[in-house]
């Protein structure tokens, strides 16, 4: 068997693509795996992937050419996913839409169809809950600020929809899992940084002590109604791992309004 180690970029994944579909021993098996898996098995040849955003470019290029653009924006979604099968999940998904065509959506028995739908869905699930519970502040230099820290990457996702709608504004979304910001201005539009966090983070602190935010709290408290608080039907709504980062519950420990 032929495994090619992945980093963990969607770049890296689809030149890994590129490379496994460039193998000129036919019939081998092939694997793609996220390099930093750590485990390696025995009658494998181990070949680490070498970033190429050309070969990158081609594959996508090719898959919105003769798969269409639906099957792309699925495999990109893929790419953001944390998920430590998701290289080998799109190689096989894209080995068989090849194959089948475009009608590959429809194929939901598959394994390899199967898979990149449930991954799909787990993505593009924490981005709709992330277009309502990001909470932006106000920093001293004027920049609204928004920090999370989201299971996928999702900044990339959120960056085009936050850029429409506050297109007037500069802002930061940050992710603090993975130290990757987007970065918006009315004259520049949106572009991503990654490990220039310290900056950004001192922003964050100062953010906190926003008036703003207080405001926003005290209204929070004042129409709540004490008789009718249902913790567990607010964590159904709002699920904890989201709470850490909104204004409203900055200052409750246990996450429950």
């Known amino acids: 068997m032929l495994v ?42 181990y070949r680490k992937v070498k970033t190429d955003d050309k070969k990158a470019q081609k594959v996508a290029e090719s898959i919105v050419r003769k798969l269409g653009k639906w099957i792309w924006s699925d495999v990109e979604f893929v790419l953001l ?11 096989s998904y894209l080995r068989l839409a090849f194959s089948i065509g475009p009608e590959i959506r429809q194929q939901l028995a598959r ?5 990149i739908c449930e991954l799909v869905r787990m993505v593009s699930r924490e981005q709709q809950h992330l277009f309502g519970f990001v909470r932006f502040a106000d920093t001293p230099e004027g920049i609204l600020i928004a920090q999370l820290e989201p299971r996928h990457r999702q900044i990339p996702l959120l960056a085009g929809h936050f850029a429409e709608r506050l297109n007037t504004e500069r802002f930061i979304l940050y992710d603090k899992r993975r ?3 987007a970065v918006h201005s009315p004259e520049h539009g949106w572009y991503l940084t ?8 001192e922003m964050i602190r100062c953010s906190e002590r926003d008036g703003y935010a207080e405001l926003w ?15 567990r039907c607010q964590q159904n709504l709002l699920p904890m791992r989201f709470r850490p980062h909104m204004t409203e519950f900055r200052r409750d420990k246990s996450g429950i309004g």
């Open 4 to 45: 090619f180690q992945c980093e963990d970029q969607a770049e890296s994944i689809l030149t890994g693509v590129y490379d496994a579909w460039a193998d000129p021993v036919p019939n081998r098996e092939i694997r793609l795996v996220l390099s930093d898996d750590g485990q390696q098995e025995l009658f494998c040849e």
């Open 81 to 91: 996913a944390d998920a430590a099968d998701k290289a080998q999940a799109v190689f």
């Open 111 to 115: 394994p390899e169809v199967m898979r």
């Open 179 to 181: 130290r990757e910001a």
């Open 194 to 201: 990654m490990g220039e966090a310290d900056g950004i983070e």
């Open 217 to 231: 709290q005290v209204f929070f408290d004042s129409i709540a109604i004490a008789q009718r608080t249902n913790p």
